[in-house]
Structure formats: C-alpha cells, structure tokens
C-alpha cells in the first residue's frame, strides 16, 4: 500500500484539521485494510482515494468517504464494487485475498516480456527542483526491469543542484548527466533524443513518481503491438493532502484502466514512451512548447498528435503507472491548470497549422466544458483563461524559441 493504514485509530485532534483524502494503493491478491478515519497526525479523514490492484495491475480507483468510525475491509470493498466489480464476474469484492486457480495472464506476459527484455531509457529534463528529482531518480533506480538507463538532462541550469543530485544517484544505479544551455523543455528533450539515436525512450517529469513496474509495462505495451509507436501511460495522485490538490484530481482525474488503442490526436492522454526513431520522425519536440516556454506545457500532446496524423499508432497502457504531485496552494493550483490549458491549446493551434482540416475537431475538444461541482470559480476561469491565451503564448514561444536557437 502507498500510504498508512491503522488498526486502531489515534484519538482526534480538534486542532489538527482535516485531511481531504488519504491516498491509498492496494492490491486485491492480499487481504483488504481497515481505513482508519483519524490520520497518525491527528487529522480527521474525509475520504479515501483508493487504487486497486489486481497481482500489481491496476484496475480501478474510487473516491469513498470515510465515516467517523473509519471504514472495515468489508465496507472498502463494497464501496470499491462499482470501479472494480467487472473483474469478479458480479461477485463481491474478495476482502481476504484472491487466489486464481491458474497464474494470471497479466503477470504471465509480463514475465515473458522481461526474458527478453528490450533496453530503455528513462529520460527526466529537469530545472533546479532537486527534492523533486532525488524522489523520481530514487522511483527510476527501484525499477523492477533488467535492461535500463536514466539519463538526467539538466536544463538552463543555475545551481548544481540536479548534477549533485544526479552524481549521489549514479553511485547507486545507472544514472547518467546531459546539460543543455537553451532555457525550455522541449530543447533538453530534444539533446536527448539526438544524443540516444536507436533507442527506446521513456519520459518522465521530475515531479512524477514512477511504479517499480512503470519500464516492464512500457516494455509490454510495444511487445504486445508491434506496430506501435508510441505507449500512453496512467499518472494518479501522489498525494490529496490540501483541498486545492483534490480539486485539481477532480477536474483532471478522468480514467480508463483499459489496455486500448489512442486513435484521437486531441487527447488529454499523453506520452510515456516513443520508440526509437518516432520523435525524429515527426519532427522533434516543438521548442515553442513546454516548461521554459510562455505556453508553458503542451510539446508531448503535439508530439502525439502527430504521431496520429501522421499513420502511426499508440496504445493506453494503465499499468504503466507514475505518481504525481499536485499543486498544494490555491496559487500554485491557478498557475498549473493555466499552464495545462495554454499547453494544450498551443498545441492544438500548431496542429491545425499543419492540417487546417483537422479545426473542427480541435475546436469541439478545446470548448469541453470541465466537471465545475463544488469547484471555485475562480479556478475554473483559470482553464479558461488559459485556453484563449494558448494560441498567443504558442506564437510568443516561436520568437523567443528562435532567439535561443542562434
């Protein structure tokens, strides 16, 4: 499990505040826990943002409530029923453990895969967050998969930080350094893919978290459709300790745990992984796009697009899993889903430069209105207000992108 679970609960702490969800990450082959409704810290716990498992792939997440007297196992599972029950044919939820009569197929194919495993590098292009990096170098080192490297490319760096960070890493796993002048994102993306031509690349940003399984699921999706070119991952929270933080999973926190193809280009699903050759395929990452960039956000959702336009293929691997931090302060939570939007809008604009017929569809994805229950106003006006700013900031980046190319 990812986070706590108490058998006897501490007593409350008026003082100590509520907690909006704890996070929880359970698997359905071992015996369910108790949910205890007071935290070790004394808080009151609203809810539980559960995981579920089945032998480590996910299928299934849910918000329940907790109630004053905490929830037993046979009252997570029943809340769990209707996120999961498909699995179990209608049959209850197991509270004790499930135990196939036969090995499942899911951790069958995975072994297969990794007899053979194809060699993977974990690319994370980072800027002077080194707290966040030393978390996703530890998650990237930990990786259950035989045949892999991570390449660090520090961007525009100021401090040594990230190289500090990545030397302690490197004395315990396969972890390598890259600098690259040009302030953006999409340009230490780009060092990356020239500098690892004929590899299986696999990305992730430094505030993410990857599962020990993240590689082996990357390596699975390619292996069970060879003609992919591109494998679309699942990221959950990491954490929903601050209201903002639930807030920005409520609006962003639609799923499908079904292993599938991606066949829309305007998607909010975006990228893990790309083999080798694709991304210089379809033009390298845009270097208008992406942290460092006055979009901000965006260089793998048109990286994707494109790949979609283009003839190319890309499948939905939910097992492929990585844990996110969300932004914790009301501020911080404006400045995100701003960013997300201008990214996603500029992203779009660019893909209609390419192919004008493609408008309509970018259109109706772009005016989807967001789930608005219980969600401040204020915080929906800053998705909106992003979006009408995309194609501005899109074309802003072009200019200050050319600046730093020379």
């Known amino acids: 499990m990812k986070d706590w679970t108490l058998l006897t609960a501490p007593e409350l702490d008026p003082t100590g505040g509520e907690l909006p969800a ?3 990450d359970v698997d359905l082959a071992e015996p369910l826990p108790p949910v205890a409704a007071v935290h070790p810290d004394g808080r009151r716990v609203r809810r539980a943002w ?11 997440a849910a918000l329940i409530d907790v109630p004053d007297g905490g929830l037993r196992p046979a009252g997570l599972g029943a809340a769990l029923a209707p996120a999961i029950g498909q699995h179990f044919g209608g049959l209850p939820v197991p509270i004790d453990g499930y135990t196939p009569a ?7 194919r995975r072994r297969a895969v990794l007899d053979a495993a194809p060699h993977i590098t974990a690319v994370v292009c980072t800027r002077e967050r080194p707290g966040a990096l030393a978390r996703c170098l530890d998650s990237l080192i930990a990786q259950r998969y035989p045949a892999f490297r991570v390449l660090v490319v520090d961007n525009a760096p100021i401090t040594g930080a990230a190289a500090e960070v990545t030397r302690a890493a490197a004395r315990r796993g396969p972890v390598d350094y890259l600098r690259e002048e040009r302030l953006g994102r999409s340009f230490a993306r780009n060092t990356a893919v020239r500098q690892l031509p004929g590899e299986i690349l696999a990305w992730i940003d430094e505030d993410a978290v990857a599962d020990p399984h993240w590689l082996a699921e990357i390596a699975c999706a390619l292996a069970g ?3 992919a070119d591109a ?3 699942l990221s959950v929270p990491a954490e929903l300790e601050s ?7 409520r609006l962003t926190g639609a799923r499908s745990f079904s292993r599938s193809p991606v066949t829309k280009p305007f998607t909010e699903i975006t990228p893990v992984a790309f083999r080798a050759g694709v991304i210089e395929r379809v033009g390298m990452f845009d270097t208008a796009l992406g942290a460092g960039t006055p979009a901000g956000s ?4 048109l990286a994707l697009a494109r790949v979609l336009v283009g003839g190319g293929r890309a499948v939905h691997q939910p097992s492929a899993l990585s844990w996110r931090h969300y932004p914790s302060d009301l501020d911080g939570l404006r400045r995100r889903i701003t960013s997300d939007a201008k990214g996603v809008a500029g992203a779009y604009m660019r893909m209609v430069f390419e192919r004008p017929t493609l408008l309509g569809k970018a259109m109706r994805h772009a005016m989807r209105v967001p789930v608005a229950d219980g969600i401040p106003r204020e915080v929906l006006r800053a998705g909106r207000r992003g979006m009408v700013a995309g194609p501005g900031a899109y074309l802003r980046g072009r200019r200050v992108a050319k600046a730093r190319d020379r």
């Open 22 to 24: 704890v996070v929880l």
């Open 50 to 60: 559960v995981l579920a498992r089945l032998f480590t792939e996910p299928i299934g």
């Open 102 to 108: 036969t090995e499942p197929a899911f951790l069958a």
């Open 225 to 227: 459709d060879p003609a």
């Open 231 to 233: 494998v679309c991952g």
């Open 243 to 249: 209201q903002t933080q639930l807030w920005y999973e």
């Open 298 to 301: 965006g260089e793998d959702v």
